[in-house]
């Protein structure tokens, strides 16, 4: 074999290499189904937090706004999916029951000021474990409950702009309380996790617009929640 041949040889089982390489990291980045096209700024959520996440380079994110992305054949792509926003309502008995299911047996789910979302839903309402009731608004401070959850367990109280979200929470639903509002008569939880089946859901009813979802600190609990949700040890971004 020529020198050029060999060359030529060494150069494409380089680039094979790599390839190989490429999509073995492609396999091992957790894929995140992200739900819009409802309520509130959606757009301006995915924005931030798919930089945050591209950072991580842990994370895989699909935008959506087709609820039948959520029946069982689409689901199953995904490692996670994550609700953001108020608003909407299944169109397809296949969409509601697909998410149940997945969670049920073994998907994250994640919830961003979720809660005021699919209200004729008994499952998303079950999965999420509050329904929103009504809310207040503006700067307060998040004291943090749980400081040896995986998910909290490293945070630290801090203060932020935002809605301050009530619920009503599902009779099946057992509150673990991560994190709560402390102002005054307001006390409720606004971070909370469950195990559901083989799933996982964390929700945080914060992020109600750009002076909340480009807050440093809400963005780590968001990135941490979708680790331990997805399954994995939660890191911050």
Request: aromatic content about 10%; proline content about 3%.
């Amino acid at each position: 074999m020529s020198t050029r041949k060999r060359f030529l040889a060494h150069v494409l089982a380089a680039l094979a290499l790599l390839a190989l390489a490429s999509d073995a990291a492609a396999a091992e980045k957790t894929k995140v189904l992200l739900m819009g096209g409802r309520g509130h700024d959606w757009k301006g959520f995915h924005a931030v937090i798919s930089e945050v996440l591209a950072k991580t380079a842990d994370f895989e994110l699909v935008l959506s706004e087709q609820l039948d992305d959520l029946k069982p054949e689409s689901i199953k792509k995904y490692d996670a999916v994550m609700f953001y926003g108020s608003g909407g309502n299944f169109t397809d008995a296949e969409q509601e029951k697909g998410l149940g299911d997945f969670v049920e047996s073994g998907g994250g789910l994640v919830g961003v000021h979720a809660t005021d979302a699919f209200k004729k839903s008994d499952v998303y309402w079950r999965l999420l474990g509050g329904r929103f009731s009504g809310h207040g608004g503006g700067s307060f401070m998040v004291r943090i409950e749980d400081k040896r959850h995986p998910v909290t367990a490293p945070l630290e109280d801090f203060e932020i702009q935002d809605e301050t979200y009530r619920n009503n929470y599902h009779p099946d639903f057992k509150l673990h309380s991560l994190g709560r509002i402390d102002r005054g008569q307001e006390q409720q939880s606004m971070i909370w996790a469950q195990e559901f089946g083989k799933g996982r859901v964390f929700n945080t009813t914060l992020g109600h617009g750009r002076a909340a979802f480009d807050n440093p600190h809400l963005q780590r609990l968001v990135v941490r929640g979708l680790y331990w949700a997805a399954g994995r040890e939660p890191k911050d971004p």
